[in-house]
Structures are given as structure tokens and as C-alpha cells.
């Protein structure tokens, strides 16, 4: 079987640009501590003490790029439920990761209400999103709008993976933002499988990127583990957004190393050479660190010192949130309204 | 005092809570330059300016979808949906996210919303500009539904929907926009969500209804009087939360409770008010719990005579009342 699509031999990746030393190391930090954090909760998962896991792996390299970019606390992010990397670029912390992971009563993002991976956080400003694919769309136009009409310059970045550009709601979000001009940048991580319905199923067309034209805005597709090339072309969609020249449809281009989620076997129905390919040419913890030691920015023994590190935050985040109580349950009738509890 | 109808009582309030709170703003479809459909945002755009009356595209889960983002960054937004029938689209974003939203996130984010919609028939809409839907809305904990009947419930409830911290549809039955007139004081006042009240006293049997059965209701009510009997008539005013304590307190006064409502009956609210009832107000029952309601038929005709032989009328409503009487 053919590849999806034909990757064009990359030329070397854009030199480091604005981006410092301390900078692209941070970066490569993130990205290693996501993909280890992701790594323990399969195995957590796998020894049955968490039930379910929905993985980034492949996609650390688009979120951190696209973050880098992005002001945490003022912009607004709106995530879908592969950004690991995204929301710790942000700022959330391994602990609330894994409290989000065990259910605990801790976790920032529901308390143990939400299946792990629906993140929220108000004082990063990332918004509690839900299952139905799609839905953060219109709400990131929303939020836009709302900064707009502030006339504040904060950006809102909303990502979501291109089986949601299949929704209705892609639609009618990117045409609203096109029409008032809003400052949103949409992000959309195509890892060329939503579950087990490869693209060619899913659309007609080569790129998501073609369907910013559609709707009357910009659109680029840009290669998920080239890094720097993904910060650059966030940083010019965040500044069309700010300059009030309104939405950017970005396309990423990832790699999904796992299954669906832990309830899924891609190998029912994905062909192993194809894994295989995109995991030589397009992994983007590896490619990131050749970029780094090429630039002279990484070497081995940093390289192992950041592993020991990464190493030891997972081990605390895992002690801590096991550790941790899960909700009681009489906080079951809490936050249906504002005030009273429903009746019953 | 002046006398004004539904539709000016609307207006009325979004007028003076857009003057209050500088965070309302007003989306739907032709909301803006045309005032809406029915006129219910007339003038609004002009006093208010295009960034606060935003005519959206027409999209109605964009419509909600958009509305639920500015509300967590700082707005009230008091969406539209130009028609009850039209409101399918937009399900999911009410039912998913917006009942849901402060719970999925253990009470840090929340939705101030308030979706604005007639429903109802009487006037010629057919299938698709006749419906009523409050039934899907009111099983959805995390969402509050409110069917105000008078032009003065209209004002102040509209009023709490927009001030209330949680999503609210608001349904307004098209039929009362013009019909129905009523003393509306100027200047603020709100009425409390999930309190029904007593429109007419009665003690032999009470109706429990909302929306422009309320009306005919009356008019029912005042046909039994002549009769000799004492018909009590409540008004739920809100679906959901239900005022639990009214329905019971009704129910108890009178011993016979005839529900009345324009939704098909399956499924129809009048189930939960009886259900209600039935578990808690079983001892003072003198009959069994009556439902009258619109029938199981996807929706009422265009033609006059189907139109009629869907919708009640105060002579049906009348009817019932005395079988229940009779009982």
C-alpha cells in the first residue's frame, strides 16, 4: 500500500531565527517530558491503574511549536485531546497531568469529572473542552470575538486534528471568524487517522489547509517535525491575528505513534510499513533532536541529563496524583447550577 | 400604566438590560439591521451599535457555539434563534456544552447564556414554524427553560434569564407576541426563575399550563364558572427547574389536576408534572392526574383544518374540564 500522501523531500530546516539557545532547549524539554509523561500513563494503563489513556506521541513538535508562539495566560488556547505537550508548554504541571490521569478530586481540569485529556485551566486561559469533536470551534470564534470587542490584542489559538474538519461546526467556525475578522488562529494537527478512517476517506481533497481558502482566509500546511518551521509559521498567524488581518488556518503535519487511545489497536487496520515510514522520516522528538545537535544546541550528555530530569518529574507526578484522593461522592450534585443543588 | 404586548415587552427588557450591562450583546440572524423577524430587536442595533447587536450568519450552531465563547470571556450574550424549529442545529452545542460546561469543569468555567426563541403555533406556520420543544430542553440538567405567558412575565423574566450565571432558553410563544396584552412597568424589575404562579384562583380543579394555554386556559376556566365551577389556573412560567412546590400546592388545594399543554403529548412535560404529582401528591388526589396536550403527530397542518384539530382552544380545554368535574 501507497503512502497517504507524498512528503516532498524537506530541505533543511530555517535556522533558529529569534528563537535563543535557552529557548529551543525549553522547547526540547517539553517536548521530552510530554512524551515520557505519555509513555508512563500507557504503562500505568497497561498495569490497570489508569483506566484510560489518549495519546500525543507524534505530536509533540506541533504543539510545542505552535505554544511557543502563543502568550500563556493572556492568549487563549483551546485544546482537543491529543495536547499533552500543548498544555504543558503552557504551563499546566506533570502533577496536574497525572491528577487529570487517576480522576482525583485535585484534578484542575474537572475534578475527576472528565475522561483524562480534556483539559482546562482559567488562569492559563485554556478553555474545558468536551468530546463531541468540533464543538471548540465555534467557541474559539466566541472567545475571539469577545477580545475583539475589547479591543484587546490577545490571539485565541483553537486545535483540533482533521477528522474534526469533517463537522459541521469546522464550517461555520471558520466562516464566522472570516466574516468579523476575528483574531483566532486554527490549528489543525493531521495525523491522517481519525481512528481508523485514514484521510483519503475522510475528504476529497490533499491538504486541510486548501479550506482556509474556502472561507476567505489563509491557509499553510507545515511540517509537524520541523519545529522551528512550526513556530515561524504560528508566529505570523498569531501576528495577521493581533494586526486585526482576522483567522489563519494552519495545518500541522503529524505523526500518530499509538493507537487511537488505549481502547483502540491500530493494527486491526493500519499496515505496519506505513507506521514504520512515518515514524523514520517524521518522529518529531528525533528529528527535533538531530535539528538540536546539529545546531549545536544538544549533545548527549545534556541529552541524558535531561532525560534523568523529565525522569524525575514523572516519577513525582505519578507518587503524588496516585496518592491523591478521588472525588467524594457526595460532590456528585455539585456545579449543575450556579446555586441551589437539583432536585432530587 | 402602559399597556403593552409580549413582543414589546421583549423589547423592553433587552432595551433596558443593554443599557444596565454594557456585556449584553445580542446574536442571531437578521437581529441587527432588520430588528428580527418578529421585530423583537427593533431599534437595538441603532441605539446599540453593530458590535453589540451582531447579525450572525445563518448557522445555528455557530450561533450558540460563538455565543457560549464570548460568554466565558466576559459577555452575556443573548442569542437567537429565529424560529423554535430551527433550533436542531445548535443541540449539540446547548446540550454538550453549554448544560455542561460548569459541571465537566467542577465549577471553573461557566455559561451566562441566554437563548432567545419563539415557538408555538396558531398562525398559519405549519410544520416547521408551529413547533413546541421545550420537552427535549427540559431534560437536561445544567440548563434552565423558561415559557413566560404575559407580557409582564416576559419583561422580568427575560430580565433573570439574561442575569442568570447559567444557560437559559428562553421561549417565547409566538402566537402571545402580539396577542396578548398587559400592564408592563417601565424601568427594571425581575421576576425569579423556577416560580410559577396562581393566575386564577380556584378551588374544584386546577389547570397547570404555560405559554398561550395559559390564556385559553383562562378563558376555559371563566366558561366552568358560569357553570358553577372553581377552576384554579397555574402558570409554570418556568419548565425547568419545575416549581415542584406550586404543582403540589395546586394539586393539594383542588384534588383534581388537569395538565394542559400545546406539545404532543408523549413525552411532553405534562408526564413529569403528573409524575410528580402522582409520587407526592397521591393522598389528595380526589381523580386521576388529566393531560391535554397537542397530539402525537409530527406537527400541526398548514391547512385551517388541520391547524385547528392539532392546536387546543379553550372550548377543548373546557371540555376536559368537566369530564374531569365529572369525575
Known sequence: MSTQRQRRAEAPELKPGTLSKPELLQMYRTMLLARRLDERIWLLNRQGRVAFVISCQGHEGAQVGTAWALRPGIDWVLPYYRDL????????????????????????????????????????KIVSGSSPVATQLPRAAGVALASKLRREDAVTAVYFGEGSTSQGDFHEALNFAAVQRLPVVFVCENNEWAISTPQSKEMAIQRVAQRGHAYGIPGETVNGSEVVKVYHAMKQAVARARQGEGPTLLEVLTVRLTSHSSDDNQFSYRPKEELQTEQEHHEPLAAFSRYLRQAGVLDAPKEQELEAKVAAEVDDATDYAEKAAPPAPESLLDHVYADAKPQQ | ?????????????????????????????????????????????????????????????????????????????????????????????????????????????????????????????????????????????????????????????????????????????????????????????????????????????????????????????????????????????????????AVLAASKKTGRVLIVHEDNLTGGLGGEVAAIIAQDGFDWLDAPVMRLAGPDVPAMGYAKTLEDAYMLSPEKIAAALRKLAAY
Open chain 1, 85 to 124: 505537550a500543548l498544555v504543558l508548554a503552557l504551563g499546566m504541571t506533570p502533577r496536574e497531568i497525572m491528577l487529570g490521569a487517576f480522576a482525583r478530586a485535585e484534578d484542575p481540569s474537572s475534578g475527576g469529572r472528565q475522561m483524562p485529556s480534556h483539559y482546562g485551566a482559567p488562569r492559563l
Open chain 2, 1 to 245: 400604566m402602559a399597556q403593552k404586548n409580549v413582543l414589546e415587552a421583549v423589547r423592553e427588557a433587552l432595551f433596558e438590560e443593554m443599557e444596565r450591562d454594557k456585556t449584553v450583546v445580542l446574536l442571531g440572524e437578521d437581529v441587527g439591521s432588520r430588528g428580527g423577524v418578529f421585530r423583537a430587536t427593533e431599534g437595538l442595533q441603532a441605539r446599540f451599535g453593530p458590535e453589540r447587536v451582531i447579525d450572525a450568519p445563518l448557522a445555528e450552531s455557530s450561533i450558540v457555539g460563538v455565543s457560549i465563547g464570548a460568554a466565558i470571556n466576559g459577555f452575556t450574550p443573548v442569542a437567537e434563534i429565529q424560529f423554535a424549529d430551527f433550533i436542531l442545529p445548535a443541540v449539540n452545542q446547548l446540550i454538550s456544552e453549554a448544560a455542561k460546561l460548569r459541571y465537566r469543569s467542577n465549577g471553573a468555567f461557566s455559561c451566562p447564556l441566554t437563548v432567545r426563541t419563539p415557538y408555538g403555533g396558531g398562525v398559519h406556520g405549519a410544520l416547521y414554524h408551529s413547533q413546541s420543544i421545550e420537552a427535549l430542553f427540559c431534560h437536561i440538567p445544567g440548563l434552565k427553560v423558561v415559557a413566560p405567558s404575559t407580557p409582564y412575565d416576559a419583561k422580568g423574566l427575560l430580565k433573570a434569564a439574561i442575569r442568570d450565571p447559567d444557560p437559559v432558553l428562553f421561549l417565547e410563544h409566538k402566537r402571545t407576541y402580539r396577542l396578548i396584552k398587559g400592564e408592563v412597568p417601565a424601568g427594571d424589575y425581575v421576576l425569579p426563575l423556577g416560580k410559577a404562579e396562581v393566575k386564577r384562583e380556584g378551588t374544584d380543579l386546577c389547570v397547570i399550563t404555560y405559554g398561550l394555554m395559559v390564556h385559553y386556559s383562562l378563558e376555559a376556566a371563566e366558561a366552568l364558572a358560569r357553570e358553577g365551577v372553581s377552576v384554579e389556573v397555574l402558570d409554570l412560567r418556568t419548565l425547568l427547574p419545575l416549581d415542584r412546590e
